[in-house]
């Protein structure tokens, strides 16, 4: 296997992508009354998870998408990946083949709606979409 030069700070970058999509993705402006609707969540259920602190499940979040995002950047070298369509296509087939499929584990077993999954799989299209743009044009 070829050896790749990790940008880093690229990485760093990328990996904080999805934090920010997903700050306003799940806000009430975009998805957020929906998925907490469809999550059987309520208004008083976000509050009292706020008060009991979510730094860990934030941090444990973004430990997530810096390990993503690293590996994302392999990708990305391995496969020369450095214009726009190059990035949208390996973000979009990443998304499909591994993302897409595996997120429908809350359709067949967790008995969630389709609702539900997509406006989880749509978030993480988003967020492997940017996260791959950066990546690519970072070099």
Known sequence: MP???V????????ALVPMVVGFVWYSPMLFGNLWMKESGMTAADMSAAKKSGMQMTYLIALLGTLVMSYVLEHFVKYLAIDTLGLALSLAFWIWLGFVATTLLDNVLWNKKSWTYYAVGAGYKL???ILMTIILAIWQ
């Open 3 to 5: 050896e790749v030069m």
């Open 126 to 128: 988003v967020g492997l």
């Open 7 to 14: 940008n880093y700070l690229a990485v760093i970058v990328a």
